[in-house]
C-alpha cells in the first residue's frame, strides 16, 4: 500500500511510518513539527507541511495515489484544550475537515483515525465498551467526537470508509530503541516516572491516594506503542480489502495502578526516587479500563507486550539512549 501518515513525526505516527515501511508499504510523512521531530521519521518520506494547507494537500494527492490515509496530528493536551477551546477545534476539527475534503476529491476513501477514550467522559462502568454513552467533558474529547460524527456523515455521502480507534494510554516505545516518547511539556505518566528514575527530575507526583481503588491510586489501561500501531494497520488492510467503517476501543483490558506503574518502573530500572503525595486532580476517574472483545473478534487483533514490565523496559531503554535531542 501506498500510505500518507499525518503528523507522522510525533510519537504514536513515528513508531506508525516504521511499522508500515518495515511491513513493505510506501510511506509518506506529513507533519508540520510543531509537536514531531524530524529526526523521529526515520523511514520513508518527509513532507514538512500542515493539513491545514488545502493547496499542498492538493499537490500531494495529485502527485501520489495514495491507499489511505492515516491521522495522527490531533492536539492532545486535556488541560490545554480546557485553556484554549479555539486552537483545539481549530485544529483536530476544521483541519482534519480540511484533509477529508482533499481525500474525498481525490477518491482517496480509507481512512484511520486516531481518537481516544475522552469521547466517553467520566465512564459509567469499567471496562468500557463500545456501547458506552459518549459523553466528553473537556474539549479535546469533544473535538474528537465531532471528527467521528463527521466521518460517520462522510461515509454516508461520500463513500470514505474510517476504523477509528478510542485508545486509553499509549506507552513504551520501539523495542529495537530507534524510537521512543518526547513529549515537551511531558505529561504521560511512563516517561515522567522514567524521568524520575534516570535523575532528569527530582520526584514524581501522585494525584490523590484515596481512590476507591485496591490501592487508592487510579488505574489506568496502558497500550504498548507497537500494539497499538498494529491495530492501525490491521485497520487500514481491512478498508483497503472493502471493509466497512467501524469504531473499536482498544487497550489491554487491564487495569494498572500509579502506583504499580512507580513500583515496576523501580524493579526494572533498579533506581529509587522520591514520590510525593498531591490532592486529586479535577476530571480523574478512579478507573479507566478498555474492553478491547470486539477489536480481537473483528480485526484479529491481540497484544504482543500485554504486561506492564515489557512497556516500562522499552521505555527505559529509550529514557536512557536519548539524551542527545535534550541538550
Known amino acids: 500500500m501506498k500510505v500518507l501518515v499525518v503528523g507522522g513525526a510525533g510519537y504514536i505516527g513515528s513508531h506508525m511510518v516504521k511499522m508500515l515501511s518495515l511491513a513493505g508499504h510506501q510511506v509518506t510523512t506529513l507533519d508540520n513539527l510543531s509537536n514531531g521531530y524530524r529526526d523521529a521519521v526515520i523511514y520513508g518520506d518527509f513532507v514538512e507541511g500542515d493539513i491545514a494547507d488545502s493547496q499542498l494537500l492538493d499537490q500531494l494527492f495529485s ?3 495514495f491507499d489511505g490515509v492515516m491521522h495522527f496530528a490531533s492536539y492532545i493536551q486535556v488541560g490545554e484544550s480546557v485553556e484554549k477551546p479555539s486552537m483545539y ?3 483536530n476539527v476544521s483541519n482534519t475537515q480540511t484533509l477529508l475534503d482533499a481525500m474525498v476529491k481525490h477518491g482517496v476513501l480509507s481512512f484511520i483515525f486516531s ?10 462502568y469499567t471496562p468500557i465498551d463500545e456501547k458506552h454513552p459518549q459523553k466528553p467533558i473537556n474539549p479535546y474529547g469533544h473535538s474528537k467526537l465531532m471528527v467521528e460524527q463527521i466521518l460517520a456523515d462522510f461515509d454516508h455521502a461520500y463513500g470514505l470508509k474510517s476504523v477509528c480507534l478510542r485508545y486509553f494510554n499509549a506507552a513504551g516505545a520501539d523495542p529495537d530503541g530507534e524510537l521512543g516518547e518526547r513529549h515537551v511539556p511531558e505529561t504521560h505518566l511512563v516517561p515522567l516516572v522514567l524521568q524520575a528514575a534516570s535523575g532528569r527530575r527530582a520526584n514524581i507526583t501522585v494525584f490523590g491516594s484515596d ?3 485496591p490501592d487508592g491510586t487510579c488505574v489506568r489501561d496502558y497500550i504498548h506503542i507497537n500494539d497499538l500501531c498494529s491495530a492501525h494497520l490491521m485497520g487500514l488492510e481491512h478498508l483497503v480489502k472493502g471493509g466497512e467503517s467501524r469504531a473499536y476501543n482498544m487497550g489491554n483490558g487491564q487495569g494498572y495502578s500509579i502506583r504499580e506503574v512507580i513500583d515496576v518502573a523501580k524493579k526494572v530500572t533498579g533506581k529509587d526516587f522520591e514520590v510525593l503525595l498531591g ?3 479535577d476530571g480523574d476517574p478512579a478507573r479507566l479500563v478498555a474492553d478491547s472483545k470486539l477489536l480481537q473478534a473483528e480485526l484479529g487483533w491481540q497484544p504482543v507486550y500485554p504486561d506492564l514490565e515489557t512497556i516500562i523496559a522499552h521505555a527505559w531503554v529509550w529514557e ?6 535534550r541538550r
Request: no cysteine.
Open 115 to 124: 481518537s481516544t477514550a475522552a469521547t466517553f467522559g467520566e465512564p459509567e
Open 89 to 91: 477545534y481549530r485544529n
Open 211 to 213: 481512590y476507591d481503588t
Open 320 to 325: 536512557k539512549k536519548s539524551s542527545v535531542w
Open 63 to 65: 502527485d501520489n495515489q
Open 279 to 281: 490532592e486529586r486532580r
